[in-house]
């Protein structure tokens, strides 16, 4: 699931063909099968396994390590943004997920759900969702998402730079001194 995972975020579900997906794995297209009903089925419990991921990576850092703020400086950061195929899945696929199966739409909401909980529980003091926590996550990915499709790494930066002080205000804490 893992080397599926980043063939996407780097690729996009649409340009990562089975043959390459199985070569990736060091399977033949005849394994696939064997495994997936379909390429949907693949990408459906792929987008479960990078949101698991990627909530169990917010859990270590957030609950378990460095705190919130450093969790919301690591997302992002020009590392992140560079890196897509190591990265957030809703920020490398949002696209493909939008137009994908009912089945990985329903694997995203899921695991987005499941991260805002987490973060609704940071923020809020409690475990159910907020639109609060899921409006932080959509801006924190549409930031993103932005600084990938700019040219100018620098103004990019600034939009990262600028996507962190925002963020921040969502969360209630106050803006880093610039």
């Known amino acids: 699931m893992e080397r599926a995972g980043r063939r996407f975020?780097?690729?996009?579900?649409e340009r990562s063909g089975i043959a390459t997906l199985m070569?990736?794995?060091g399977l033949t297209n005849g394994a696939f099968y064997a495994?997936?009903?379909s390429k949907d089925d693949l990408v459906a419990t792929v987008v479960t396994d990078q949101m698991e991921s990627q909530r169990e990576r917010f859990r270590a850092e957030v609950l378990d390590g460095r705190g919130l703020e450093a969790y919301l400086r690591?997302?992002?950061s020009p590392d992140h943004r560079d890196h897509p195929d190591e990265g957030c899945p809703s920020a490398a696929l949002l696209e493909d997920i939008a137009r994908g199966a009912d089945a990985t739409k329903r694997?995203?909401?899921?695991?987005?759900v499941a991260l805002a909980e987490e973060l609704a529980g940071v923020i809020d003091a409690s475990s159910s969702l907020s639109a609060r926590a899921l409006s932080i996550f959509a801006a924190m990915i549409g930031?993103?998402?932005v600084t990938r499709a700019i040219?100018?790494?620098q103004l990019a930066d600034e939009v990262l730079s600028c996507g962190i002080d925002n963020a921040s205000a969502l969360l209630g804490q106050q803006q880093r001194p610039n």
């Open 74 to 76: 690591n997302y992002l």
């Open 151 to 153: 040219a100018d790494d």
């Open 143 to 145: 930031t993103l998402q």
């Open 23 to 25: 070569a990736d794995a």
């Open 35 to 37: 495994h997936f009903a």
């Open 107 to 112: 694997a995203y909401t899921d695991g987005i």
């Open 9 to 13: 975020k780097s690729d996009g579900v």
